[in-house]
């Protein structure tokens, strides 16, 4: 890359995202955080594609020259191999941003090595206290030191990055995890025996993400397995790698040492494919696609992985005739437009009962119409590019089959504008279940809205999909949120809102959304395992040294031996199929009526 004047080693690639980032910083103070539910920042978040397409004003605002992004590994940024890049676009005109590093499958490697070198390396020393079991920096620092660390990332994140609060939540909350990851102490049949367990990290985790939110998603990923103290590979989604970048550099600077955290931007079928079949990963963690998630799964099989899925959704919103009908205009609307469409948990399938159906519809197309479309750094934009042409293509290939199967088009249908990846907002009414804009997820500014009768008829219809991510009800009647709340099949259902979430509220899938939860203590479950210690007769614990009361060869043949049990090496804590439901508090109307975070 001698051409773009950057060295491997030298981090001047990093340092211009970094200045690039401080300068976007000053140049749109309301649009890097603010109250998490104020409107306005609502607004221009729902606006911009991702934190990405904010940087060519502040390149062209400052002439900077950004010219190569790479890869984080071991600490340090590299080439990939070969120098391959790739261009990332601005989504806003289709043009060049930046070429960065296309991680191959020699990069994997090399990342996963430096991972696997941080890592619990578990050799049969009694001598030492648990943390000393592990070799490596990250599993081996105290948990108390850990969280400290933790804690220095989430201030750097609030502080240097952009509009984030969401990852700095994640940051904290699993920073005050760190130290609190218990195992238990059981009392066996056995006499002469006791029992405990040690939650152990799993290992190097392989993490792949995909670029519909891309500085959350790594945090989503990042911030238990660090927790935890895993060491982490994560990939990157082609469409998105700057954020990931910074967030690898702000890591680095908060102290999580080198090799801990990998960062690898790359193509799905290069990186990705070497990554979630890597020899050497304990864990592989997947957010994307159902079908390449089925792929990631397939992949995993060979070396018996344990593997936790986040995949697609297509979920229903509800609206019974007794909602405040203006409050679930507007939430159904933020359900499906908030970023596009390009929510994994959007409300994508609109059911309205039919008492206040045609008077919906008339007024969700009002809003529709009234979007304004635009560039995302224009104050008044309320709807921005998608991330790519493919996108595009995607969304209009599926406009046309709603036309073709005879949905009734309100409004919009069409690109926008003559550069860049802009879709009109999209609505379509008096669709059927089988059509394929209310089967398929589409992922774009397309809303699709349905009459249904009884409530027993939408559940059923609301469930007639492989997916089962999310669902939205809106009602005012109490026995009609519990019929719906617990009739709908979904990890997570919202009452009289959406997109509400939590890092300490289980979120994740029922049927082909997924397999697995992130946020709050379930996550946990998938980046520790349980260490099953029997010993005869008690454990002394002193001056920091921990010893048996008796050296018994038993109690060592026990614990080496359930060490390489397969079963106990590599199960994975099934996940219970947790549901979340959002209610929301009794507020003044005006708040209630859309909460959009
Ligand atoms: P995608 O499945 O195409 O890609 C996701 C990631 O996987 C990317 O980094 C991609 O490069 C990589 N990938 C692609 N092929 C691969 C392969 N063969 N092996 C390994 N990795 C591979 O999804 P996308 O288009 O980036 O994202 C949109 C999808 O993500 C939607 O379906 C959306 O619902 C889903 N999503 C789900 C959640 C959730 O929490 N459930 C959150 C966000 C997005
Ligand atoms: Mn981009």
Same mark, same amino acid.
């Given at each position: 890359?001698? $051409?773009?004047?950057?060295?491997?080693?030298?981090?001047?690639?990093? &340092?211009?995202?970094?200045?690039?980032?401080?300068?976007?910083? +000053?140049?749109?103070?309301?649009?890097?955080?603010?109250?998490?539910?104020?409107? $306005?920042?609502?607004?221009?978040?729902?606006?911009?594609?991702?934190?990405?397409?904010?940087? @060519?004003?502040?390149?062209?605002?400052?002439?900077?020259?950004?010219?190569?992004?790479?890869?984080?590994?071991?600490?340090?940024?590299?080439?990939?191999?070969? &120098?391959?890049?790739?261009?990332?676009?601005?989504? =806003?005109?289709?043009?060049?941003?930046?070429?960065?590093?296309?991680?191959?499958?020699?990069?994997?490697? =090399?990342?996963?090595?430096?991972?696997?070198?941080?890592?619990?390396?578990?050799?049969?020393?009694?001598?030492?206290?648990?943390?000393?079991?592990?070799?490596?920096?990250?599993?081996?620092?105290?948990?108390?030191?850990?969280?400290?660390?933790?804690?220095?990332?989430?201030?750097?994140?609030? %502080?240097?990055?952009?509009?984030?609060?969401?990852?700095?939540?994640?940051?904290?909350?699993?920073?005050?995890?760190?130290?609190?990851?218990?195992?238990?102490?059981?009392?066996?049949?056995?006499?002469?025996?006791?029992?405990?367990?040690?939650?152990?990290?799993?290992?190097?985790?392989?993490?792949?993400?995909?670029?519909?939110?891309?500085?959350?998603?790594?945090?989503?990923?990042?911030?238990?397995?660090?927790?935890?103290?895993?060491?982490?590979?994560?990939?990157?989604?082609?469409?998105?790698?700057?954020?990931?970048?910074?967030?690898?550099?702000?890591?680095?600077?908060?102290?999580?040492?080198?090799?801990?955290?990998?960062?690898?931007?790359?193509?799905?079928?290069?990186?990705?494919?070497?990554?979630?079949?890597?020899?050497?990963?304990?864990?592989?963690?997947?957010?994307?696609?159902?079908?390449?998630?089925?792929?990631?799964?397939?992949?995993?099989?060979?070396?018996?992985?344990?593997?936790?899925?986040?995949?697609?959704?297509?979920?229903?919103?509800?609206?019974?005739?007794?909602?405040?009908?203006?409050?679930?205009?507007?939430?159904?609307?933020?359900?499906?437009?908030?970023?596009?469409?390009?929510?994994?948990?959007?409300?994508?399938?609109?059911?309205?009962?039919?008492?206040?159906?045609?008077?919906?519809?008339?007024?969700?197309?009002?809003?529709?119409?009234?979007?304004?479309?635009?560039?995302?750094?224009?104050?008044? %934009?309320?709807?921005?590019?998608?991330? &790519?042409?493919?996108?595009?293509?995607?969304?209009?290939?599926?406009?046309?089959?709603?036309? +073709?199967?005879?949905?009734?088009?309100?409004?919009?249908?069409?690109?926008?504008?003559?550069?860049?990846?802009?879709?009109?907002?999209?609505?379509?009414?008096?669709?059927?279940?089988?059509?394929?804009?209310?089967?398929?997820?589409?992922?774009?500014?397309? $809303?699709?809205?349905?009459?249904?009768?009884?409530?027993?008829?939408?559940? =059923?219809?609301?469930?007639?999909?492989?997916?089962?991510?999310?669902?939205?009800?809106?009602?005012?009647?109490?026995?009609?949120?519990?019929?719906?709340?617990?009739?709908?099949?979904?990890?997570?259902?919202?009452?009289?809102?959406?997109?509400?979430?939590?890092?300490?509220?289980?979120?994740?899938?029922?049927? %082909?959304?997924?397999?697995?939860?992130?946020?709050?203590?379930?996550?946990?479950?998938?980046?520790?395992?349980?260490?099953?210690?029997?010993?005869?007769?008690?454990?002394?614990?002193?001056?920091?040294?921990?010893?048996?009361?008796?050296?018994?060869?038993?109690?060592?043949?026990?614990?080496?031996?359930?060490?390489? &049990?397969?079963?106990?090496?590599?199960?994975?804590?099934? @996940?219970?199929?947790?549901?979340?439901?959002?209610?929301?508090?009794?507020?003044?109307?005006? $708040?209630?009526?859309?909460?959009?975070?």
């Amino acid at each position: 890359m001698g $051409q773009h004047g950057g060295k491997a080693q030298d981090g001047q690639s990093s &340092s211009n995202v970094n200045r690039a980032y401080d300068v976007l910083k +000053k140049l749109t103070p309301k649009a890097c955080g603010g109250p998490r539910l104020e409107e $306005q920042a609502c607004r221009r978040r729902s606006a911009s594609a991702c934190p990405d397409s904010q940087l @060519p004003a502040t390149l062209t605002a400052l002439n900077l020259a950004l010219a190569f992004v790479q890869l984080l590994i071991d600490g340090k940024w590299e080439d990939a191999a070969g &120098s391959k890049t790739f261009e990332d676009l601005d989504p =806003r005109t289709g043009e060049k941003l930046v070429d960065v590093a296309e991680a191959q499958a020699e990069d994997v490697d =090399r990342a996963v090595r430096a991972a696997k070198k941080c890592l619990p390396y578990f050799p049969f020393n009694l001598g030492y206290p648990p943390q000393a079991y592990d070799d490596g920096p990250w599993p081996r620092m105290t948990a108390e030191k850990r969280s400290r660390v933790m804690f220095r990332l989430t201030d750097l994140v609030e %502080s240097k990055t952009i509009d984030v609060p969401g990852t700095a939540q994640h940051f904290r909350y699993f920073g005050g995890f760190c130290d609190k990851i218990e195992g238990s102490t059981i009392p066996v049949a056995q006499e002469g025996f006791t029992a405990y367990t040690l939650r152990e990290p799993i290992g190097v985790v392989g993490q792949i993400i995909p670029w519909n939110f891309p500085i959350l998603m790594a945090g989503w990923k990042l911030a238990p397995a660090l927790a935890a103290g895993c060491t982490i590979v994560l990939k990157v989604s082609q469409y998105t790698p700057l954020s990931a970048l910074r967030l690898g550099e702000l890591a680095l600077e908060a102290g999580v040492p080198p090799g801990v955290l990998n960062i690898l931007p790359g193509k799905g079928s290069v990186c990705g494919d070497a990554l979630a079949t890597h020899p050497l990963l304990d864990k592989v963690a997947f957010t994307g696609s159902t079908d390449v998630g089925r792929r990631i799964m397939e992949g995993a099989s060979q070396h018996i992985k344990p593997v936790t899925l986040e995949l697609g959704g297509n979920s229903p919103v509800v609206v019974c005739g007794d909602a405040d009908l203006e409050a679930a205009v507007r939430g159904a609307h933020e359900a499906l437009f908030f970023n596009m469409g390009q929510a994994c948990e959007c409300g994508a399938r609109l059911f309205v009962q039919e008492g206040i159906y045609d008077e919906f519809v008339r007024r969700s197309i009002e809003l529709a119409k009234n979007r304004k479309v635009g560039d995302p750094f224009d104050e008044t %934009s309320t709807q921005g590019p998608l991330v &790519s042409q493919k996108q595009v293509d995607k969304v209009l290939k599926y406009v046309e089959l709603g036309k +073709k199967e005879g949905a009734k088009l309100g409004c919009g249908g069409g690109r926008w504008g003559d550069q860049g990846f802009y879709v009109e907002p999209t609505l379509f009414y008096d669709v059927e279940d089988d059509m394929a804009i209310a089967r398929d997820e589409i992922f774009g500014p397309v $809303q699709v809205i349905l009459k249904f009768g009884t409530i027993d008829e939408v559940i =059923r219809r609301a469930n007639a999909t492989e997916y089962g991510l999310a669902g939205a009800v809106w009602t005012q009647s109490i026995d009609t949120m519990q019929a719906l709340t617990r009739g709908i099949k979904a990890g997570t259902v919202w009452v009289n809102t959406h997109h509400v979430m939590d890092a300490a509220v289980p979120f994740g899938g029922y049927k %082909s959304s997924g397999y697995g939860r992130e946020h709050g203590g379930a996550v946990l479950e998938h980046y520790t395992q349980a260490g099953r210690c029997a010993y005869p007769g008690m454990l002394l614990v002193s001056k920091g040294r921990c010893r048996l009361a008796t050296q018994d060869q038993r109690s060592a043949a026990s614990y080496k031996q359930q060490e390489q &049990s397969p079963m106990l090496r590599h199960s994975c804590p099934l @996940p219970l199929q947790t549901k979340s439901v959002y209610v929301p508090l009794p507020k003044s109307k005006e $708040q209630r009526s859309w909460v959009i975070m």
